[in-house]
């Protein structure tokens, strides 16, 4: 595997997108992290799970839908974390969606993606944060 990318979105609402995501890293040589797929049952999700795999990741790929516009406390806990930490981040959100606040103030660029039919843009974000890290290594 070529980096780690932390996919942040609202679960489990967004799940069906993230394993998309997941898909379409691995493709692209990299691990995907999605907090679905690490269970840990009566600990603490975010202490056992959600921070170390934030600190191990290359990135965070964030996936911001109409389902994050209504309740986000998650996913910006999340970014609010990579960007202490200085880890990169990258958006992709939903053609349907606004612009997230937390993102208009800044320089980040992101890529939106059709809901119904996301995989095109999502093969096209992978190999971008492939050659990303390749190129920071």
């Given amino acids: 595997q070529v980096g780690k990318i932390f996919v ?8 069906a997108l993230g394993r998309l995501m997941v898909i379409m890293l691995k493709r692209a040589g990299l691990a995907g992290f999605l907090k679905a797929d690490t269970e840990r049952f009566g600990e603490d999700i975010w202490a056992a799970t959600i921070e170390p795999a934030l600190r191990a990741a290359n990135t965070v790929l964030v996936v911001w839908t109409n389902n994050t516009n209504w309740r986000a406390e998650g996913v910006e806990r999340e970014i609010a974390l990579c960007r202490e930490l200085g880890i990169p981040e990258a958006l992709l959100l939903a053609s349907d969606a606004s612009l997230p606040s937390l993102y208009e103030a800044t320089t980040i660029e992101y890529t939106k993606f059709d809901s119904a039919l996301p995989a095109k843009a999502f093969a096209a974000a992978a190999d971008s944060l492939r050659r990303r890290i390749l190129l920071a290594t």
């Fill in 8 to 15: 942040s979105l609202k679960q489990p609402e967004d799940i």
